[in-house]
């Protein structure tokens, strides 16, 4: 009997019943998240009271239930402010300060799920790739006074990959003691704000602009709250790539569809 017998094809062909053949389809989604829980008191007048709380954004893509790129830009140590940075008011921690695209999410965060394709999928791989080689090799640091921060740093890279997310963009007080962010304070309505009027990509004001575009966030409490706390995490939540996407994230409904 030759080698390439029925026999021995059957075993080596699919296994496929009255002629049906199950097609799986990737699926691709993008998560982009906030840890903003002092809305009542850090935003007002479409204004960040950076005196009240930072804030944090961050964003990871899926692809089929793992994650594939994850952008959480935040802090990794304190600046070492030069003297004449000291004298403008500049300290170690509103200075120019190593960096890491896996900063850990300490609070509740809000979340915002949206299908995407695979191309944006890998655009969006490829610029945060980018940007996390720059902070490896020390050119990118998170830097308060000159808003080079989470918010900001995500935004630019969701622009980058030509996904179109809010603007971002909002009034930022001045934190007391530092060095108002390179201009002076001026008032509005009781709400200290830039007296050129400029405007810079902050938490607050994207989440809210997420909020008013998508509606209501996905409220995702990482292993539970501490004791006592209706905001902390009682473990901080790392995003790892490779790794597994939360079922309950994996489940949820998308806000909405970016895909192109």
């Known amino acids: 009997m030759s080698k390439y017998s029925k026999t021995t094809l059957n075993r080596t062909l699919p296994m496929v019943s009255n002629n049906r053949v199950q097609v799986i389809s990737n699926q691709y989604y993008l998560v982009v998240g906030f840890e903003v829980n002092h809305i009542a008191t850090a935003f007002r007048n479409n204004t960040q009271n950076l005196n ?7 964003f990871f893509t899926v692809k ?6 994850v952008y959480s830009f935040g802090p990794k140590g304190v600046a070492t402010p ?9 300290d170690e921690f509103s200075g120019r300060r190593p960096a890491t695209t896996s900063y850990p999410i300490t609070e509740v ?14 655009a969006i791989k490829k610029q945060a790739d980018q940007f996390k080689k720059k902070v490896i090799s020390g050119d990118e640091k998170y830097t308060a006074y000159m808003n080079d921060t989470c918010a900001e740093a995500a935004k630019d890279v969701l622009d ?11 009034y930022i007080t001045t934190p007391i003691g530092t060095a108002n962010f390179l201009f002076e304070p001026s ?18 004001s994207w989440y809210d602009q997420f909020k008013k575009k998508y509606g209501q966030p996905f409220l995702y409490k990482h292993k539970g709250l501490k004791i006592g706390q209706n905001i902390y995490l009682s473990s901080e939540w790392i995003l790892i790539e490779g790794t597994t996407a939360s079922n309950v994230i994996n489940k949820y409904s998308y806000h909405s569809n970016l895909s192109k």
């Not at 009240?52 to 961050?58: I, K, L, P, R």
């Not at 089929?64 to 790129?69: F, P, Q, S």
């Not at 965060?109 to 995407?116: A, C, D, N, V």
């Open 52 to 58: 009240v709380d930072y804030g944090h954004a961050f």
């Open 64 to 69: 089929n239930g793992k994650i594939i790129t």
């Open 82 to 90: 030069t003297k004449r940075e000291l004298a403008a008011g500049i």
């Open 109 to 122: 965060s809000r979340l915002y799920k949206f299908r995407i394709s695979k191309k944006q999928l890998i």
């Open 160 to 170: 980058d990959a030509n996904i179109d997310t809010p603007s971002g963009k909002g």
């Open 187 to 204: 008032y509005i309505n009781g709400q200290k704000v830039p007296l050129t009027g400029a405007m810079f990509v902050n938490p607050y």
